[in-house]
């Protein structure tokens, strides 16, 4: 298995551009999640979703869109990129069990907007 | 909603001596409490996680206990090795409660101390 597997690894955008990081898994898990990482500000959950057709938004999710038509793929758009969004974005997914959750994170896309 | 804090941010330890992070949380709904650990430009891998019905939980040379009346959480490394020099995070959610929003603390830079 690949496990969770992220594309671009890094990518420079300019202000103003759009993109879309890529998440797929192959562990048929339910749950899939993006989260941003800052410097002393720890993971911040941006969106989430529980199955195929369904999403949520997390702490931060201003300036994203999800989908997610598939188990398999969960792709974060950034609409229109600002310098605010300049970090370290995780993909993940987990399945739960009757005692609790086991959370595998992607390596992580390093975006840089200019 | 749930937030999360983690203190120390910074703690350097002596190879060999015990290492303790200690996590609070607002919600008292949350019931399930992992922790990650992040080694320099890796993601985060779980290391161990409680849930609320168990005060106390150990895997080797790692343990965390929970107060639920006091809302908060520790992760205790005995014996502790250059391999545990890492970011470690806790975090919180309500297991089962339909919120499947994963709420991370800050984030604790651990160093080992050959």
């Known amino acids: ?114 | 909603g749930e937030n999360v804090e983690q203190h120390p941010s910074t703690l350097s330890v002596q190879e060999g001596d015990s290492a303790v992070i200690k996590c609070t949380y607002s919600d008292s709904a949350s019931n399930y409490f992992p922790w990650y650990k992040q080694e320099l430009g890796k993601r985060p891998q779980l290391i161990i996680d409680i849930r609320s019905n168990v005060g106390e939980k150990k895997d080797q040379r790692i343990a965390v206990t929970l107060n639920k009346t006091a809302k908060h959480f520790s992760l205790h490394i005995t014996e502790t090795q250059p391999e545990d020099s890492a970011v470690y995070f806790c975090a919180a959610k309500e297991y089962g409660g339909g919120n499947e929003k994963l709420t991370f603390g800050t984030g604790t830079r651990l160093t080992i101390i050959p």
């Open chain 1, 1 to 114: 298995n690949a496990g969770v597997t992220q594309t671009p690894k890094f990518q420079v955008l300019k202000t103003g551009q759009s993109m879309t990081l890529q998440c797929a898994q192959d562990m048929n898990h339910e749950y899939m999640s993006w989260y941003r990482q800052d410097p002393g500000m720890g993971l911040r959950l941006i969106h989430y979703s529980v199955g195929a057709g369904i999403t949520d938004q997390g702490e931060v999710p201003n300036g994203y869109n999800v989908s997610r038509s598939t188990t398999e793929d969960f792709p974060l758009r950034l609409l229109s990129a600002a310098p605010s969004q300049t970090s370290v974005y995780f993909c993940a997914s987990s399945y739960q069990t009757g005692r609790g959750e086991t959370q595998y994170f992607g390596p992580g896309t390093r975006l840089l907007v200019l």
